[in-house]
């Protein structure tokens, strides 16, 4: 009995230490692609001093209201998929746990955004399964949205992603929108308790609901590219070309740093896909400085709405009834 009852303890250690060095191996690896970046621009100072840059600060407000308006659609996205799990929230008391949660992006590791909203969740009457379920969902609405957005609106000069043309990828691209079929949400929710052992919900939406909240996420990342492309011209001019190619950028390099999975909020690898991308349009030193400076404007519309709803009350946000009928 002594030996099995020391075991996860020691388990419970190994687990610690490697949840550390996951931590410490994020946080390094970020430093170090931003470390380069400002090396990069550092090293061509000249150039970018030479720039005409043209601050606007009317402008660069503007693009932040619209970036937090952005956020709020995924808020409200994010609420439909709830109502596709059979549960009603009210929209604030969500976009306080959206919110709040949001900020555990900036720890290594994709989890700690689900921990921080289970634990929020709870405190509106949500059970952390159906939150853990419904933020996998959004999840994979919202990659796919940036997806089909980046697939058509990417700047012209890129003509091939992964080594496929571009324009092979937008005639397969209508074939994405099966990935919101229920079987496939229902495996892919299969294998997140099978790999994490955590209890989830089972996604109650069918084709059509599924194609609706893919084009929905489309619409957001296409105000979120929007408010980029009003953050860059508020610093720099372009062209109103631009627009198309500068959404499609802000979509893909989202894709990219979400997919590094060791790195925190994608930090250094979607400032590296977003200087390589915005690099089509002016010099890349100056492509690298707005990358950079990108982060920091993410991060005000991040915390601007989260230290509003910190200080606002969290009552129960349910409006399903005992038997867990939505209300319409």
């Known amino acids: 009995m002594g030996g099995s009852g020391s075991r996860p303890r020691v388990d419970g250690v190994a687990d610690a230490r490697g949840s550390r060095a996951r931590r410490v191996v994020g946080i390094l690896f970020a430093a170090a692609a931003l470390g380069f970046l400002g090396l990069f621009v550092v090293e061509n100072l000249e150039e970018v001093r030479a720039h005409p840059w043209s601050v606007r600060p009317g402008l660069l407000l503007l693009s ?18 709830l109502r596709r799990l059979a549960v009603a929230v ?9 919110f709040l949660s949001s900020l555990g992006r900036y720890i290594p590791g994709k989890v700690w955004q689900f921990v921080g909203a289970a634990h929020l969740g709870g405190l509106i009457g949500i059970q952390a399964a159906v939150v853990v379920t419904s933020l996998a969902v959004h999840t994979a609405f ?22 496929v043309p571009i324009e092979a990828i937008r005639w397969m691209t209508p074939l994405l929108i099966l990935l919101a079929h229920p079987a496939v949400i229902g495996g892919g929710l299969r294998l997140v308790r099978r790999v994490t052992g955590a209890a989830v919900a089972d996604w109650r939406g069918n084709l059509m609901d599924g194609a609706a909240l893919a084009l929905l996420s489309a619409v957001g990342w296409c105000v979120s590219g929007l408010a980029f492309f009003l953050f860059v011209l508020s610093l720099t001019p372009l062209p109103s070309s631009a627009l198309g190619g500068i959404v499609g950028a802000n979509a893909l390099a989202f894709v990219v740093g979400y997919v590094v999975f060791i790195a925190p909020a994608g930090l250094g690898v979607k400032e590296a896909a977003l200087t390589a991308l915005l690099a089509f349009y002016v010099p890349a030193p100056v ?36 038997h867990g009928r939505v209300e319409t």
């Open 142 to 163: 919202f990659l796919l949205g940036a997806l089909l957005v980046a697939v058509y609106l990417l700047p012209a000069p890129v003509g091939e992603l992964g080594g």
């Open 287 to 322: 492509a690298a400085l707005l990358a950079v400076a990108a982060r920091l404007w993410m991060v005000a519309a991040e915390i601007l709405p989260a230290l509003a709803l910190l200080r606002a009350p969290a009552p129960s946000g349910i409006d399903a009834d005992a």
């Open 90 to 98: 009210r929209f604030l008391p969500l976009a306080r746990v959206w």
């Open 64 to 81: 932040i209201l619209i970036n937090v308006a952005s956020l709020s659609w995924g808020v409200r996205v994010w609420q439909l998929v």
